[in-house]
């Protein structure tokens, strides 16, 4: 165990902890010991995947950090059913390369139905943490794709959890942040994975909705619209690339499509940061010539991501070191017009630059005990740039409050898991069960042995006055 580890989530690069040391477990065994052990010496517990979360939820200052990414067990695939036993530590392409292995020769392929979508070195155990979803069309967050989980919890006990045993435990750990346990390992629900074709064309916010609905009717999965980002030009968060993936025939041939590479993704990262008008120009038309390409159902969700992009970023444009922080914002699809409109002048009023942003769809989640999609919603991402000092990090941080304001007065919602920058009122009226998650992760864990500084900072700002 190395003593005194500065950590960091690996994409805002905000929230440095100083932990007490850290941990590498293999196994639910090792996981289980660990947490005696930590109940015997009354230390606290942190828990981590693979750090893109931004909003603290992996360490806590002082405690012991348990780095689940050594839970890489993969259990043999129930073709019958269409159920894995998956270790909590795989990433996205771990496991989808493990399940195409185990049926090379077979048909069909059982595969994953979503992922987050961004980045792929993603852990299996972080996505039930923050009760991810991508960009289906009809499909609800991760939730829905989970059968049952492994768990140890705080003081060390190992528990399945799932609809009918440990329900409670089922409902909160997934979107509950790692504060109930430590997820092991997860009983995934898989889909055969078939042949999509890309569909895009350029549109306006008016029409994404109606379009997505035609689109998931005449056989589309998945899709998503992402918008212009300059804030000089009329079109701003208003015109912008719809895409959709249609379901085709295996028999036709998959010819290798033209991928944006490592290379073409800094340039447009650079251009989103220098020429917001040719960057939205560049991006459209990569993609309208990728009209009618076809891809696996699973492997088309994988992405380019670029680690620590903005290092190499800041250097060449001898700029303040920054990176993007990310907001994701929830509004029922008929007031996604009126919503993107009014952020438009929110955005263009506190001068920080929107340096990518999508829209999707989403189902509701009728299960976990703080459901981000109360209802079916339109889901609004944005990614702002936000510069490392205190004047910046304030600018990104009251606009995302306005934003969320904003969203909350059309009737819509925001995620938790991006930054703690929210207010307390807004907290209660996206979470009106927040209060009661706190209180039942004081009784499941009654001593406090797996803490974070998201839990920490929640518990001190519900308990103030």
Known sequence: ??????????????????????????????????????????????????????????????????????????????????????????????????????????????????????????????????????????????????????????????????????????????????????????????APRVKVERLVEITEIGKVIELLEERAASGSRYGDFQFSIDECSPDFLKLGVLSSYRVVEESR??????????????????????????????????????????????????????????????????????????????????QLAEFMGRAAEILRSSEVPVIYGTVRLIEPDTESALPWAGERFACVIFNLHTEHHGAGIERSAETFRQLIDLALSLGGSYFLTYHRWARRDQIERAYPAFREFLRTKERHDPGGRIQSEWWRHYRDLFAAP
């Open 1 to 190: 165990m190395t003593a005194g580890v500065l950590c960091n989530d690996v994409h805002s690069r905000l929230n440095p902890v100083r932990v007490a040391g850290v941990k590498q477990p293999r196994s639910t065994a090792e996981v289980a010991d660990l947490l005696r052990q930590a109940t015997r010496m009354r230390q606290c517990v942190s828990v981590c995947g693979a750090r893109h979360a931004m909003g603290g939820q992996q360490f806590g200052e002082g405690t012991l950090l348990l780095d689940c990414r050594g839970l890489k067990d993969l259990g043999e695939v129930d073709r019958e059913r269409g159920l894995v036993e998956a270790g909590a530590g795989l990433t996205w392409p771990e496991l989808i390369a493990g399940l195409h292995a185990q049926q090379e020769g077979m048909s069909p392929v059982w595969s994953i139905r979503q992922k987050q979508t961004g980045a792929d070195d993603l852990t299996l155990g972080g996505a039930l943490a923050a009760n991810i979803h991508g960009r289906g069309l009809h499909m609800e967050p991760i939730i829905g794709d989970v059968e049952a989980f492994t768990l140890v919890d705080a003081s060390g006990r190992t528990l399945r959890c799932c609809r009918a045993k440990n329900t409670e435990l089922f409902r909160c750990a997934i979107g509950g942040y790692g504060c109930f346990g430590v997820i092991t390992s997860v009983q995934l629900r898989l």
């Open 253 to 334: 041939h998959m010819e290798p499509a033209a991928e944006l590479g490592t290379e073409d993704w800094e340039e447009l990262i650079h251009l989103a940061h220098t020429d917001r008008a040719k960057v939205f120009e560049v991006y459209s038309h990569h993609y309208l010539r990728s009209h009618g390409s076809l891809y696996w159902s699973d492997t088309h969700q994988l992405s380019v991501y670029l680690q620590d992009y903005h290092c190499h970023l800041d250097a060449r444009l001898e700029a303040p070191a920054a990176t993007e922080m990310i907001t994701e914002l929830y509004v029922p699809p008929a």
